[in-house]
């Protein structure tokens, strides 16, 4: 008899032993990603001055809104990715389906600005309850399976990063705001931090400053 010890502490699967990150990488310390997708054409992201942009605009239509904070986030979902499960065995290329498979690959800056190889990742085929996708990492022999979702936030074509915003504004530089539903009518004006009702075509309006200031 121990006590304080459980079973569930050394009776493991061999794959849970294992270390999930599959990088060691901060996504800040990335200046360039390719992506190529089975039957698109393949396209990469660099990193100007903290900002990510399209290695080449012409991949998007004229007057395409980049958002360049969707890059981002695909660029930290990269490097962050975790495998769900290291499988002890191949399932052979009829399950994983890597020949021609999506795949991603990130470059990471060093000391004296040398870029480093490329860390590159391949998803394959979905299993038939899709609950994860098979992968492989350059530089290892094993199989990986990541969660499904890992592989639906990396699987972005450049007009899937487009800007979303409907108005490129910083809130705190707001001085006026103007609603107006039919024939009501309201004005807000920002004094210091605070926001007040300057006219309304309701009587007995209160402002709650807070609420505007969203």
Known sequence: VVRGVYTSA???????WLEKKLFADKADDVTKVDVALAG???FSLVKND???????????????????????????????LRAKDVLMEDPGAEKTKFEGADSWAFYVAGEGGQV?????VQIGATD??????????????????LNESSGKNLRKAPTDLRDMKLINL?????KTLLIVDGAKK????KKGSDW???????TSMRCASTCCSR
């Open 10 to 16: 050394f009776s493991k699967e061999p794959g849970a």
């Open 40 to 42: 698109q054409a393949p």
């Open 50 to 80: 903290k900002t990510w942009t399209l290695a080449d605009p012409g991949l998007v239509p004229a007057g395409f809104r980049f958002d360049s904070g969707a890059a981002s986030r695909l660029v930290t979902s990269l490097v962050s």
């Open 116 to 120: 480093s190889e490329p860390r590159r």
């Open 128 to 145: 038939g309850e899709g609950k994860f996708v098979y992968a492989k990492v350059s530089g290892r022999d094993d199989i990986l399976t």
């Open 170 to 174: 910083d809130p705190a530089a707001a």
């Open 186 to 189: 309201l004005v807000f004006e």
């Open 196 to 202: 007040s009702i300057a006219t309304s075509s309701e």
